[in-house]
């Protein structure tokens, strides 16, 4: 198979993936509804303790763990062999499972908390529930973004300092020209998992640093590396951490409002008693569901808004066209990129620009301004 053949495959296979698991996600929660799954969920929390808050515990240990089971197979085939297939992955089955196991072990840990603090609210706030458990999603949703490079990546990969002084020292000035002190730039051990090149800005105040995959590192020129931090130094000089957690929250306060809209009629109309019943619980998360996908397009398209913009930041502040448009070659053929997706797969499933039009801007861009 040629390589812009295997890429398509691959991207195919993984759109297809996307589909099946939202399929997936709604028969899941349709058969907790119409099976009377959830009714089980409760009788044997019941069982357990007739505490309120310790059936709302037990209740939602066995929904999760129903959840989990019913996704596993799709997440062993999308984890695991298809990366293996297509020559991705550097993890044996074990390796593997164990690293599903620490996401679903720490999403479990994630979210129970914050299942508990909205059925207090929805307790004992009947008509304002919905504005305080935005309120707080967006507190926790800060919290773990601050939290995220110290407390979680470290759960799954190692950081250590770019030993390459010279590459160092290149980053560090291009930062300082724009007004950054970048200190926390990092390698980080992908290669533990996968063949694929990565790079990410992430965290916020303190916690704000630049990752750079070690996979990247040791196949990509330091001229294309600059051109990689060039772009999420572009994120960080446009604040696109700060605007989309922004405009995150204006998406989930319509998302909450339309919940309390919905929840307590629908959970009356199927038999439940009310917004405050346990049972109505995969109602609720229903509702969220359908409303993420219908939003998931519009936080896809101001997702690729910043990206072309740091891809223009990056082309200005390192004036290295040749080695962006070299960066984005590689990066396709390492991760398998279909540059020319079908422009509705862009629009609904992308959060970056095609590859393609990542590279015919950057030509485009050096054409208009001419060399320095």
């Not at 390796?95 to 909205?118: N, R, Y």
């Not at 995959?213 to 446009?238: A, M, N, P, Q, R």
């Not at 809209?261 to 109505?280: K, P, S």
Request: glycine share 6%; aromatic share 18%; with cysteine.
């Amino acid at each position: 198979m040629s390589e812009p053949a295997k890429n398509k495959s691959y991207q195919r296979a993984r759109n297809w993936l996307v589909l099946a698991n939202l399929v997936l996600t709604l028969f899941t929660l349709l058969a907790a509804i119409g099976l009377g799954l959830t009714g089980s969920f409760y009788a044997w929390a019941v069982w357990f303790s007739s505490a309120r808050y310790s059936i709302l515990f037990f209740y939602f240990l066995f929904f999760f763990l129903y959840a989990v089971l019913v996704s596993f197979p799709l997440s062993v085939y999308s984890g695991f062999m298809l990366e293996h297939q297509y020559q991705l992955s550097n993890q044996c089955f074990h390796a593997w499972l164990w690293e599903w196991t620490k996401k679903e072990l720490l999403s479990f840990v994630l979210t129970a908390p914050l299942v508990f603090a909205l059925y207090v609210l929805i307790w004992n706030f009947e008509t304002s529930w919905w504005l305080l458990a935005w309120a707080g999603y967006a507190l926790f949703s800060l919290v773990l973004g601050k939290l995220f490079p110290i407390l979680i990546i470290p759960l799954f990969y190692k950081y250590s300092p770019i030993s390459d002084e010279s590459l160092r020292g290149r980053i560090e000035s291009l930062a300082r020209r724009y007004g950054f002190e970048i200190q926390n730039v990092f390698s980080l051990n992908l290669s533990k998992t996968t063949k694929k090149a990565n790079a990410m800005f992430t965290g916020f105040g303190k916690t704000k640093r630049v990752i750079l995959g070690d996979t990247l590192l040791s196949s990509f020129s330091h001229d294309e590396i600059e051109t990689v931090v060039g772009h999420e130094l572009g994120h960080c000089k446009h604040r696109d951490i700060w605007k989309q957690f922004a405009f995150g929250m204006v998406l989930s306060l319509a998302g909450f409002w339309l919940a309390f809209q919905w929840f307590g009629q629908l959970a009356g109309e199927i038999g439940y008693r009310g917004a405050a019943d346990v049972r109505a619980f995969p109602l609720l998360c229903l509702i969220f569901f359908l409303f993420g996908l219908v939003a998931s397009p519009l936080t896809n398209a101001f997702s690729r808004r910043a990206e072309r913009r740091a891809d223009l930041f990056a082309l200005e502040a390192t004036d290295k066209r040749a080695a962006f448009v070299s960066a984005l070659q590689k990066l396709g053929e390492t991760n398998l990129a279909d540059p020319e997706p079908h422009p509705v797969i862009e629009f609904l499933l992308y959060d970056h620009p095609a590859l393609g039009k990542r590279i015919a801007q950057a030509r485009h861009y050096r054409q208009k301004v001419g060399s320095r």
